[in-house]
């Protein structure tokens, strides 16, 4: 089980009960932990963590395992919010792929933390998302239906990640990712990274997520013949057994 005691639970919940500070980033984003609950799920027993935030109605979470707070070294993984990936499985991305094998290896660790930002089609909204994948539909081209979909405010989900990770009180972290650059946009906000763990896929991910992919490509499963994925996470999977040519190529 989860080393977060019902009396460490408390002392976050006081102290946040009261929480006000000048926040993070451009926009000053602040948030304030409200509620936590243990979570047993396929991919291990976690505690997961729901928050408020002072700049819109979004309640973003963490999924914790472990002894995270006054933790060091926390390997943690950033994901954005996909309820079309995530939830209903499609494959016009990978984002369900992603947040599996996160959760997966999170769950194998001694402690992490996956944090799930609810800002759904790189913040433009679900329905916004839609909207470009329909305009892919009609035929608009990768970099089209990209400009349809907007760009991930990145500065804004690292502010809010910061913070959310100070309100743990995570003193350091290892982050998930295959980007050494992003180590430097959490840097920026004030958290100390002293690491990065790559995030790859299993070799049954792999497996399923190419067959699926070329299925997908090949009309099996939903019509979207030729129509190459759009990225929706900031970054690209390592997927064990595949090389880099091979995973930019599904991209592609
Ligand atoms: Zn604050
Ligand atoms: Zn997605």
């Known amino acids: 089980m989860t080393a977060l005691t019902h009396e460490v639970i ?38 997961i963590v729901a928050f408020w935030n002072n700049r819109d109605e979004k309640e973003h979470i963490a999924i914790i ?32 792929d992603q947040l599996e094998a996160a959760l997966r290896m ?10 799930y930002l609810r800002q759904e089609g790189r913040g433009i909204g679900l329905v916004n998302k839609i909207r470009a994948y329909s305009l892919q539909d009609m035929g608009l081209d990768t970099v089209e239906a990209n400009l349809a979909l907007g760009f991930r405010d990145d500065e804004r989900d690292y502010a809010v990640a910061a913070h959310m990770l100070m309100s743990l009180k995570v003193k350091s972290v290892d982050l998930i990712t295959n980007n050494p650059k992003k180590i430097e946009q959490l840097t920026q906000h004030g958290l100390q990274v002293n690491g990065r763990i790559p995030h790859v896929m299993q070799p049954n991910d ?20 030729g129509k190459p994925r759009l990225a929706e996470q900031a970054d690209r999977p390592i997927i064990q057994g595949m090389t880099e040519e091979q995973i930019a190529a599904l991209y592609e």
């Open 65 to 96: 395992k472990g002894e995270i707070v006054g933790g060091e070294d926390v390997p943690v993984r950033l994901h954005s919010e996909c309820l079309t990936g995530d939830v209903m499985g499609s494959l016009r991305c990978d984002c369900r």
């Open 10 to 47: 408390e002392e976050l919940i006081e102290e946040n009960c009261c929480h006000e500070c000048e926040g993070v980033g451009k926009d000053k984003v602040c948030v304030r932990i409200e509620a936590i609950a243990e979570l047993p799920t396929r991919f291990g027993d976690f505690h």
């Open 106 to 115: 999170i769950g194998q660790m001694k402690k992490g933390i996956v944090l």
């Open 206 to 225: 792999h497996n399923r997520f190419y067959l699926e992919t070329k299925a997908a490509k090949s009309g099996h499963f939903i019509d979207f013949s």
